[in-house]
C-alpha cells in the first residue's frame, strides 16, 4: 500500500495531479477540498495516499491530511459506494461539515452532491454514526450546537423510513412502538426490526 508520496507537483488538472517522487510521476486524484489548498506547479507537496486496485486499474488518491483521507476510507467502507463518489463527497463537504451531517442525520446536504440520491445519503449518514471517530462526531455535535439546534430524532426516525420506501402510517405506526428516548440511529434499526415483523 502507498500511504505517502512527497515530491514536485508537475501538472494540476481538476480532479487529478501528477506529483514526480524520486522520478517516477504519480497520476493522482483528490478531492477539491485538497486541489484548492496545493502549492503551484514546480514546487513540493506531500500527500497521505489511498490505493485502490481493480482488474482493469491502479488508482491513487491524494490528501492534505490525514483526517480527509481518514473520511474516505469510512466512506468507501459503505456498501454501494465507489471511491469516485467518496471523492465526490469529499470535495462537496468538508470533514467537519460531514460530521456535522452526520449528527444532525441532514441528508439533504449530501443529496446536493452530484451522485447521491435520498436513499445513499440515508444510508450513508446511518452507517458513518457507527463508524466516525468519537472525536470527530464530537466537533459536528459542537458546530450544530453553536450554528443551530439538532432536529427533534422522532422526526429524522419519521424522514428515513419513509426514504426507505415506507409509508406515512406504517412509519408512523412503528415510530409509536419505540422509546421516547430513543436515538436517531438506534430508533431507525428498531422500527426496521418492528417493520419487518409486520
Do not use: C, W
Not at 444510508?123 to 439538532?150: H, I, N, S, W, Y
Not at 406504517?170 to 431507525?188: N, R
Amino acid at each position: 500500500m502507498i500511504g505517502r508520496i512527497s515530491g514536485t507537483l508537475l501538472d494540476k488538472s481538476p480532479p487529478q495531479i501528477t506529483v514526480d517522487a524520486g522520478g517516477i510521476g504519480y497520476e493522482i486524484d483528490v478531492p477539491m477540498s485538497t486541489f484548492y489548498n496545493l502549492p503551484a506547479a514546480g514546487e513540493r507537496v506531500g500527500l497521505f495516499t489511498h490505493l485502490v486496485v481493480r482488474e482493469d486499474a491502479h488508482l491513487l488518491f491524494g490528501f492534505l491530511t490525514e483526517e480527509e483521507r481518514a473520511m474516505f476510507r469510512q466512506v468507501l467502507k459503505i456498501s454501494g459506494i465507489g471511491a469516485r463518489t467518496a471523492l465526490a463527497i469529499l470535495s462537496g463537504l468538508s470533514v467537519g461539515e460531514i460530521a456535522q451531517a452526520v449528527v444532525m442525520q441532514d441528508a439533504g446536504r449530501l443529496v446536493k452532491i452530484p451522485g447521491i440520491g435520498k436513499k445513499t445519503a440515508e444510508r450513508l449518514l446511518l452507517e458513518l454514526k457507527d463508524k466516525l471517530p468519537k472525536g470527530q462526531l464530537a466537533a459536528g455535535a459542537q458546530k450544530v450546537g453553536a450554528g443551530g439546534t439538532a432536529p427533534d430524532p422522532a422526526s429524522d426516525i419519521l424522514n428515513a423510513l419513509l426514504a426507505l420506501g415506507y409509508s406515512e402510517r406504517e412509519a408512523l405506526s412503528a415510530l409509536k412502538q419505540l422509546p421516547p428516548d430513543a436515538g436517531v440511529s438506534d430508533g431507525i434499526r428498531q422500527a426496521l426490526k418492528l417493520l419487518s415483523k409486520a
